[in-house]
């Protein structure tokens, strides 16, 4: 069955201290791997998409990268205002090569960035 | 604003009534999607619609879950005669088409049931 991990559970990091978020799927065929950020009360906000191997997209102090086991969400010098729930998630191809419009989402990593 | 519009953003009922939850998706949106988020759980699918075509149900529910999503108007996800375990966040996302496209979500309908 497609599944999801996402790790850690929760991390805390002090302004400024850069770390990386790690998302490992299995999926009988990949067709596009997605990171959220979401707020308490609030639903998922996308960040990015990432469709094959070796893939990387960044925005702001966040960069996503993508092989062919896991994602990983780095933040470089992240602010209090990056504390949120990260979720990753995928989609898989389905038979005949077409594509499950389904996302298999992890349960998330909970950061706080304290000042 | 052009996002994903829910509504109500909370509902309340008694066991055994019905809820309905209503998601408009974004312009220029025909793919509909709805997940179900418990307390402590991760996002879980439940139904993929286009305008007047059920197009994966496979993780809704057999019994008390239906969904449309008609060719005028929002999609309607409906729960008759609610139990206690339905109390969840209930997210609506959309996209533009087919394939691998990002799908955008509402800020959710938080259900509880008395």
């Known amino acids: 069955e497609d599944q999801v991990t996402q790790s850690p559970e929760a991390l805390r990091l002090q302004e400024g201290e850069s770390s990386s978020l790690n998302c490992s799927y299995t999926v009988s065929g990949l067709r596009g791997l997605f990171w959220y950020r979401q707020d308490p009360g609030k639903g998922p906000e996308f960040l990015f998409t990432l469709y094959s191997a070796g893939e990387e997209k960044e925005k702001e102090r966040l960069k996503a990268t993508l092989t062919k086991k896991e994602s990983f969400l780095h933040i470089t010098a992240p602010k209090p205002e990056d504390s949120a729930t990260y979720l990753c998630a995928v989609q898989a191809r389905g038979d005949r090569g077409s594509t499950l419009g389904r996302l298999y989402f992890g349960r998330g990593t909970q950061l706080t960035v304290w000042p | 604003n052009a996002g994903v519009m829910q509504n109500p953003r909370h509902l309340v009922r008694r066991r055994g009534q019905e809820a309905r939850l209503r998601c408009s998706p974004m312009?220029?949106?025909?793919?509909v999607y709805w997940y179900r988020q418990l307390p402590e759980e991760g996002l879980k699918f439940m139904v993929y619609l286009q305008k007047e075509n059920i197009i994966d149900e496979s993780g809704m529910p057999k019994e008390r879950f239906s969904a449309e999503f008609p060719k005028e108007g929002p999609s309607i996800l409906r729960i008759q005669q609610v139990v206690r375990g339905d109390s969840a966040a209930y997210f609506c996302?959309?996209?533009?088409?087919?394939?691998?496209?990002?799908?955008?979500f509402g800020d959710g309908t938080r259900l509880s049931i008395l």
């Open positions: 996302a959309s996209s533009p088409g087919y394939g691998n496209q990002p799908q955008h």
């Open positions: 312009k220029g949106h025909s793919h």
